[in-house]
């Protein structure tokens, strides 16, 4: 028979080290269905039957965040078989606040206090019976880094399920409590008897998402409505503060009589030093420039572009190829085929695997300073710049990581816990042109502006342009306005990572980021091959007859108000959206140079944008700005969890980059060269559309 | 009324009410600032907001205009 535990606890309390400890290699990673919150489930190591479901970190049970609804859900609805509440015991009070919530739901739970080598490293000592015997659980003592207790806390758990659950402790005073007991008496027929204290305390609360599922009629709601209104004119007070309040005062005199802390004030940790220098007034900027370039330049620098050099060129290029190849002629297969699988799908899946090293060093990197604690330091440092256009500090690290990759800058939005920042925060980090854009900004600067560094610089620029003017926008929108999300963050004690969890974390996006790109490229490149070197009678011929210059031509028109509407330009920026890079690769394909010469490559393709800059300036903002590569937007599908969010991500960018090329290029030319045409109207409008959604007042409620 | 954004670096003080509602007033309450609890002013972000304090034992940072919700003694 299956037995299962649900994990719970705050952010930052050894959750995911425990949970790693006990499931080993078993675990299973997705999402919750809907919401971009990470769904972790795994076996327990030692007893298969027993299934580990891990809980997004909260610190309480309020309705206010997808992660604390997931998680309430998830306990209230599914009742898991017993709780194993993780209790970080350097940081006690708040803790428990969690752990007072979790008991009324009535499941059998189970008191895990971590980290106990820190409390005892600091000489604090904590009463275990006592606080047992108050909360009426079974409380144990574990140091999930050091694998120690963690066993002992599962069978608890597993003893715990067999046993009949006590009633859960009395935090609530005289008045409180009245009112909790005349809510229990009028829906006791409605609830089951273990979550009637639950049931009641939200009615209590006015939570909506809870009394919404009991289906109370309107006298019953407006009778006891007047309870509640007595008890908060009692207490001068609204009944969610008098919940916690009396939460907290319960706390505070358990942990006064239980925990016993050796107490050195004025005295500077480890970690106040360490902040004391990293959040400096003067030193803090400067800092984080020197840290991110060390992660730049491990990563994108010389052992990064060898691992991917390597990847790409060698092991892509030559040996799987090669393998391939060698196989395929042995076993007497016809060439087309043998094109197919060696250009099409091993080139194809090759270029996303070659993103692997690079992603993979980049997340070991990234890991370290999120677990360690900087990455909680950065959003605190640049909080005040991202808050003035509607994000907070957390969205500042995927637009860096942004500037090199836009796959692993989607996937370190997670560490934003606000869903609605981090939706949007997935929409805008790709705005940044990532390294492989760079090269399309290369070649078109040679082509047309003599190769001047500024317009590469200036690239850079438009992108945080675009990420505020339309972080302001969205943020406008009704499905991202609503309350200001709190900036109310934890600054955790600076630590050593922990070594096995940057890897099973590192492995877990990889592995994820494989399997889901990669069945999406594998199905592209196979389609894009078949168009390239096919036309429609299923014949196998040159590019300039395949099925693809076809297409080009019908959809030509698309690209016409952006100055660029023919085949050739529509087939470049396509193919750009298989990889940026692959646009390059593409125009020198199409441009039928003269010689190999760089020289006459750039001549030719300035003659196939008719050696206008304005064109060849359209043609490199439209796919520098518009939608990412198709690896990223499989990554942003995934990251958005829903095909919905994903699909309005998608035409959100490509929106933004078609404008943008679109105003560019017709207001470009109505200036300098005085044409003027529907499209110029077009332009205007559009321009004075974005200036309106940008200053437009915003509706308060 | 003062406020705790009215708090030097390096000073405490104490929470006698919090005003504002929904989200943001539970959020703060629910990280251990209720009313009677002692918070002490630990740095300002060097940019100048947000602010960083010690609350029950731990670091929490919060934004100036946040702060002003809170009322001191």
Known sequence: MNLKIALAGNPNCGKTTLFNSLTGSTQYVGNW??????????????????????????????PYSMEEVVSRNYLVNEKPDAILNIVDGTNIERNLYLTTQILEIGLPTVVAINMMDAVDKNGDKIDIEKISKTLGCRVVTMSALNEEGVFEAANACIEAAKEPVKEC??????????????????????????????????????????????????????????????????????????????????IQKLVSTSVVKKHEKGKLTTSDKIDRVLTNRVLALPLFALIMFVVYYIAMGPLGTFLTDWT?????????????????????????????????????????????????ILFILLSILEDSGYMARVAFIFDRIFRRFGLSGKSFIPMVVGTGCGVPAIMSCRTIEEEK?????????????????????????????????????????????????????????????????PFVMELPAYHFPSIKGIFIHVWERVKGFMIKAGTII???????????????????????????????????????????????????????????????????????????????????????????????????????????????????????????????????????????????????????????????????????????????????? | MKTLKDVAVGESATIIKIHGEGKVKRRIMDMGITKGTEVFVRKVAPLGDPIEITVRGYELSLRKADAEILEIS
């Open chain 1, 33 to 62: 269905p809907g919401v971009t919150v990470e769904k972790k489930e795994g076996r327990l190591i030692r007893n298969k039957d027993v299934i580990i479901q891990d809980l997004p970190g909260i610190y309480s049970l309020s």
């Open chain 1, 169 to 250: 402790p009395h935090v609530f005073s005289g008045s409180v409590e009245h009112a909790l007991a005349h809510i229990e008496e009028s829906i006791q027929d409605k609830v089951d008897k273990q979550t009637l204290r639950w049931h009641a305390i939200k009615i209590f609360e006015r939570d909506k998402e809870d009394y919404k599922s009991l289906h109370l009629s309107e006298d019953l709601l407006s009778h006891l409505e007047e309870h509640i209104k007595d008890c908060e004119e009692e207490m001068d007070d609204d009944a969610e503060s008098i919940i916690t309040n009396q939460r907290y005062e319960y």
């Open chain 1, 312 to 360: 790409n060129d060698v092991l892509f290029g030559e040996i799987v190829p090669g393998a391939v190849d060698g196989f395929l002629s042995s076993i007497g297969v016809i060439d087309w085929v043998k094109s197919l699988v060696i250009d099409g799908i091993v080139g194809g899946v090759g270029t996303v695997l070659g993103f692997v090293p690079q992603i993979a």
């Open chain 1, 421 to 485: 920042d981090r939706r949007m925060t997935i929409m805008l980090a790709t705005f940044i042109p990532c390294a492989a854009k760079m090269e399309i900004v290369l070649i078109m600067t040679q082509a047309f502006f003599e190769g001047n560094a500024l317009i590469a610089t200036g690239m850079y620029f438009v992108g945080i342009a675009i990420v505020v003017v339309f972080g302001i926008i969205l943020k406008k929108m009704n499905i991202f306005s609503g309350d200001p999300a």
């Open chain 1, 522 to 701: 594998f199905l592209a490149c196979i389609v894009l091959w078949l168009l390239m070197n096919f036309n429609f009678s299923l014949q196998l011929v040159d590019l300039e007859e395949s099925m693809l210059k076809v297409i080009g031509e019908k959809i030509a028109f698309i690209f016409a108000p952006l100055g660029f509407g023919t085949w050739q330009g529509a087939v470049a920026s396509v193919s750009a959206e298989i990889a940026k890079e692959q646009a390059t690769a593409t125009l020198g394909m199409l441009a039928h140079a003269a010689s190999e010469d760089e020289a006459d490559v750039v001549l030719a393709i300035r003659s196939l944008f008719n050696n206008n800059s304005w064109t060849g300036l359209s043609f490199m903002l439209f796919n520098i700005f518009n939608a990412p590569c198709l690896v990223a937007i499989a990554t942003a599908f995934r990251e958005q969890g829903s095909f919905k969010w994903g699909l309005f991500t998608f035409i959100f960018q490509m929106c933004v980059g078609y404008t943008l090329a679109l105003c560019t290029y017709n207001i470009g030319m109505f200036v300098t060269a005085g044409v003027f045409n529907i499209a110029t109207i077009f332009a205007f409008v559009l321009v004075l559309v974005i200036l309106i959604l940008l200053f437009r007042p915003v509706k308060k409620n």
